[in-house]
Structure formats: C-alpha cells, structure tokens
C-alpha cells in the first residue's frame, strides 16, 4: 500500500507539502482544487499547475478528494447529462495528467456531518464527534451555521458556503427522492463515466456516508456491506469501486469492517484510516488511531487490507487536535503523522510475519 495525505491546497491548508514530505514513508498527496464548485469542468492548466506544485515538492498526486457531484446529477434532474460531461471532461484531464483516482461522494445537500467538532477529551485533545440526539433537536440551518462558527476560519470540505446559503431550496429538490431512485442516478451517473475511466486508467472510488444512516430525513444509500456489494454489482467495471473509510463504517457498530474489506476486495481503490469510540447507538466520537483508544480492531483491519492484497494509497484520516495546532478540525499535522506511523507499522509487522510463514 502507498501512504498517502490528504491536503487541501496553498491557501487553505494549514498544512505545507514540506512538512508532509517529512513524513517517514509518504509516497503520495490526495489533494484536490478546492476553490472548484461542484457541476464546474475542472481547467487543465489548474490540475498541471497543483500537479507540479505537489512534484517540486518531491511528491506525487495519487488520487482527487473531491471531484464534488452537482445536486442535478443526485436528484436526476433534466440538466444532469450536461453535469456529466463536465465531470466526464475532468475525469479526462485528470486522466491524461496522470491522476489515477477519483474519490467522490454520493450524499444529498451536505457532506460528513458531525455534532462538535471539537469534543474535549480527558487529555486536552479534542475531536470531532457525533450525538443524534443533538442533531434531532436542531434544523439543517442551524447545523450549518454550528459547523461554519466551529470550524475556526477554515473551508470545511463538502460545505461549500455558496451551495450551503440555498439549504432550504436544496431540501425542496430532494422532497421527493427516495434511496431508490438516488441509487438509480447514480448508477445512471457511473454507466455513463465508465467509458472514459476506461480510456484515461482512473478509479472511481465512493466514499462511504458519514454517519452511516440517514441525516434529516435525506436517503443515504453508501452505508454498509449489503448496498456497496449491490452498487459494485449494478456497476460491474472493474473502475466502479470503493473509498473503503474505517471510521465512517463504524459509525454503525454493525458494520464489520473485517468482512467488509474481504467481501470487497480487489474493488476497494482507496483507504481512509481512522479509528473511533462507539459510546452508545448514533453517539460516537473520533479517537487516535492506536487501536486501544477506540473501539476498532485496526489490526485486524490492517491484516483484511493486506490479506485482499490492497496495493493502493491509504491514508492517515482525521486526527486529534493536539499540542496546540491551529488547523482545519480533523486536518491538523500531528495527529494524522502520528497515525500515518502507527498505520506503517501494522503493516511492516504483518508483512514480515506472513514473510515468515
Ligand atoms: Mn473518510
């Protein structure tokens, strides 16, 4: 497996590529063009101009997180063949650049969504975190402006505040979309990039729902082994596939991560490492990604990932807040270093334990 970060760019990242090549064993950037709005062809000489940003920083652009899908496509709206052929024209270009992999979400209006973004913990860290029972009390609004005030300055990636300022209007269209039909565009969306992914060599890898259910009444429909398993199947191209995220499965304990990753297998593109603490149904709260300080079995997930014998980027996913850094809640630098070592050292110990039979 190739160890990768995610970084947001020059400007919005409070992160800088010199500190990320400092990283023992990174191979790779995940990064994308933030200022892009979802819907919008991506212009060539951006995706050059990152692409040698991120080498003459002496890495390499493995993969896009995000290229955002516009509300028409999600909804099935008439205007969503000419969403497409954006996005097909950026799969393109990304593909000529190079760029294997896509990592995109399919979640109506908003992206993750989490109750606090920064819990206290007994250590002083804190975490980003989740309470149902708070999400129940408050409207979308409400949540949206919670998340902005929190969020310390920072862009919160999926939350763009311009999409974010029609959240009323953005219900309105999705009144009358039910997992079924959701499920059916974004098959109808797959089907019709395919061909390119084909052409151009890049993987398209959905990101799993964040909480795993459904938020304000919207249908979510990337939340276990039973929908992925059907999603791979009505989509059989072998470019269909998975952003396979630990922490956003264990949001319902009933996801097994283990057999997940096994029924999966060589359709899991990219891996999003992160542990979390299941406190009670719909409660949960972020943790380090040592294993004892939550309630997955990272080993046990790191053991699935190599018995499939995933060769793709992972990375370190959101971290602590710790030793005082200021940065994007869930993207600062020295927790996501800390895990990015943890994660290389699972997989040297299982590697060299299988090696030796
Ligand atoms: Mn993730």
Sequence with gaps: MKLTFRWFGEGFDSVTLGQLRQIPG????????YDTKPGEEWPA??????????????????????????DAIKVGAPERDEYIENYIRTIVKLGAAGIPLICYNFMPVFDWTRSDLAKKRPDGSTVLAYDQNKIDKIDPDTMFKQMKNSAGGFLLP????????????????????TEETLFENLVYFLDAV???????????????????WSVFGLPRIVTGKEKLLRLLDAVPNRR???TLCTGSLSSDPDNDIPDI?????????FVHMRNTRHIAP????????????????????????????????????HGRAIWGEVSMPGYGLYDRALGSQY???????????????
């Excluded at 990174?26 to 063009?33: A, F, H, P, S």
């Excluded at 995706?47 to 896009?64: C, S, W």
């Excluded at 040297?348 to 090696?355: F, N, P, Q």
Aim: proline fraction near 4%; aromatic fraction near 6%; charged fraction near 25%.
């Design 26 to 33: 990174i191979q790779g950037i995940i990064t994308t063009l």
């Design 194 to 212: 395919m061909p390119a992914c084909d052409t151009y060599d890049v993987n398209m890898a959905i990101h799993i729902d964040d909480p795993a």
């Design 240 to 242: 269909n596939g998975v």
């Design 282 to 317: 719909g409660v949960f709260e972020e943790a380090a990604h040592y294993a004892a300080d939550g309630s997955l079995d990272m080993v046990e997930i790191m053991q699935a990932l190599i018995d499939v014998g995933f060769e793709g980027p992972i990375r370190p996913d």
């Design 261 to 269: 990753i096994r029924s999966l297998g060589d359709r899991i593109h």
């Design 45 to 70: 000489d951006a995706i050059a101009a990152i692409k040698r940003q991120v080498e003459d920083a002496g890495l390499k652009v493995l993969g896009i997180e995000s290229v955002n899908i516009h």
């Design 343 to 357: 994660l290389l050292g699972l997989y040297d110990a299982l590697i060299r334990k299988r090696e030796q039979g």
């Design 158 to 177: 999926g939350w763009e505040p311009e999409r974010m300022a029609h959240i009323k209007e953005l219900f309105c269209l999705y009144r009358n979309v």
